[in-house]
């Protein structure tokens, strides 16, 4: 089993909709979480942290569930330029090292 | 403005070479990641380091070794190329492991 898994999508929603992801991880001590955004052909940029009790900017909203191991990013009212690629990423227990786990990302595609 | 740099954006080498890929970062950061990013596998980790003259092998640490003589620094050595390393390769930094990670803008190398 993968450390991180995500739904590769793409996702295709119009202007204007609500789209959501999961991702999942495997190993249950893992520390911490986030949400990465990679455009085309550029390097990925941090988006969100995710907490354990949930947190929301703007438009976005990420929530942790430990129990169900997964992790989730909600986009309210699509733009445009929300299109891109989202990625996971676990940063597993220290006994593994200070590294960071990257799921393979879920692409998202709004159209007008 | 935080800032990591490798060293090329491209670079084509014929298989057999010895290659060297450059990232340095401005940030003062304990931790710096090599990751190779291929379409439908995500970024997969090579090696990270989190002091210098330290390294840690990461998911996909065959055919590659590294290189971190100064904090700044790390350096990832293709000791020879072969036509399946053909590939986008990301260098990272982050001053903890569970803090956010930021990338150079990556280095599509070609193995001929």
């Known amino acids: 089993r993968k450390e991180v898994e995500q739904d590769p999508g793409p996702f295709n929603v119009p202007e204007g909709a609500t789209v959501a992801f999961n991702c999942t991880y495997s190993n249950s001590a893992s520390q911490s979480f986030f949400w990465y955004r990679q455009d085309c052909r550029k390097e990925p940029k941090l988006l969100m942290s995710?907490?354990?009790s949930g947190n929301e900017d703007g438009r976005f909203t990420a929530q942790l569930n430990r129990a169900s191991q997964y992790i989730s990013l909600l986009i309210r009212d699509s733009k445009l330029s929300d299109s891109a690629t989202y990625l996971c990423?676990?940063?597993?227990?220290?006994?593994?090292?200070?590294?960071?786990?990257f799921g393979a990302g879920t692409i998202l595609r709004v159209k007008s | 403005d935080v800032k990591v740099t490798q060293s090329s954006r491209y670079l084509v080498k014929r298989t057999g070479e010895k290659v060297f890929l450059e990232c340095v970062q401005d940030m003062d950061h304990e931790n710096m990641f090599w990751y190779r990013q291929d379409p439908g596998l995500g970024l997969r980790l090579i090696y990270f380091?989190?002091?210098?003259?330290?390294?840690e092998k990461g998911d996909i640490p065959e055919g590659y070794s590294v290189s971190r003589e100064k904090k700044e620094r790390f350096s990832l050595i293709l000791e020879s190329a072969s036509t399946n390393q053909t590939s986008m390769y990301l260098c990272?930094?982050?001053?903890?492991?569970?803090?956010?990670?930021?990338f150079g803008q990556g280095t599509r190398l070609t193995v001929v």
């Open positions: 990423v676990v940063v597993p227990p220290m006994e593994y090292g200070n590294k960071l786990v």
């Open positions: 995710v907490y354990s």
């Open positions: 990272a930094s982050s001053l903890w492991g569970n803090t956010e990670a930021f």
């Open positions: 380091s989190y002091d210098v003259k330290m390294k």
